[in-house]
T-cell receptor, first 114, second 112 residues
Framework: DSGVTQTPKHLITATGQRVTLRCSPRSGDLSVYWYQQSLDQGLQFLIQYYNGEERAKGNILERFSAQQFPDLHSELNLSSLELGDSALYFC?????????????FGSGTRLTVV | AQSVTQLDSQVPVFEEAPVELRCNYSSSVSVYLFWYVQYPNQGLQLLLKYLSGSTLVKGINGFEAEFNKSQTSFHLRKPSVHISDTAEYFCAASTGRRALTFGSGTRLQVQP
């Protein structure tokens, strides 16, 4: 157990729907990162939050949004889902805002859009 | 933009043989480098990292990596692999305040 908790582990939904993925960071970590892993794109950085504030954006679509709450858990919202959104979504956490601490990853949420 | 290139998508190797997984990065400034391992149906686990100092970095499970600034490389090595090392390995880089950029991964297949 890495200490980063992601729920649900699996999600199957239809095109056009909206889903919410949840992440609880490792105790003491203030940064949360979201990554998308797909066969054709590899691991793509989506967004980073640090202590409740958005810090960096990567290749995140406008249909996707995220937030980090006062208790530091984070949610990734995916709307108007398309078949191409099917992927593994990872959450990672770290102590600080910089990458030198390294990230601790959760086990991921596998999203299947049908 | 920063990029990380893993030159081999798959590396088959026999058990107890040595292995090297290659990684090159592009950055004109100081860079932090990482290797992660992903076992089937699991998240990524940190193997080792290079921040500064000694160019030879030792990690978990007997792995080590060497930072070569002139070659912009950070190759991962293990002198003797086990069946249990079969997994996907990812090289990643960051210039500090930017999030980690990952390579496309190398699948290490250890055969008996």
């Amino acid at each position: 157990d890495s200490g980063v908790t992601q729920t649900p582990k699996h999600l199957i939904t239809a095109t056009g729907q909206r889903v919410t993925l949840r992440c609880s960071p490792r105790s003491g970590d203030l940064s949360v990162y979201w990554y998308q892993q797909s066969l054709d794109q590899g691991l793509q950085f989506l967004i980073q939050y640090y202590n409740g504030e958005e810090r960096a954006k990567g290749n995140i679509l406008e249909r996707f949004s995220a937030q980090q709450f006062p208790d530091l858990h984070s949610e990734l919202n995916l709307s108007s889902l398309e078949l191409g959104d099917s992927a593994l979504y990872f959450c990672a956490s770290s102590v600080g805002v910089e990458a030198n601490y390294g990230y601790t990853f959760g086990s991921g949420t596998r999203l299947t859009v049908v | 933009a920063q990029s990380v290139t893993q030159l081999d998508s798959q590396v088959p190797v026999f058990e107890e043989a040595p292995v090297e997984l290659r990684c090159n990065y592009s950055s004109s400034v100081s860079v932090y480098l990482f290797w992660y391992v992903q076992y089937p149906n699991q998240g990524l686990q940190l193997l080792l990292k290079y921040l500064s100092g000694s160019t030879l970095v030792k990690g978990i499970n007997g792995f080590e990596a060497e930072f070569n600034k002139s070659q912009t490389s950070f190759h991962l090595r293990k002198p003797s692999v086990h069946i249990s090392d079969t997994a996907e390995y990812f090289c990643a880089a960051s210039t500090g305040r930017r999030a980690l950029t990952f390579g496309s991964g190398t699948r290490l297949q250890v055969q008996p």
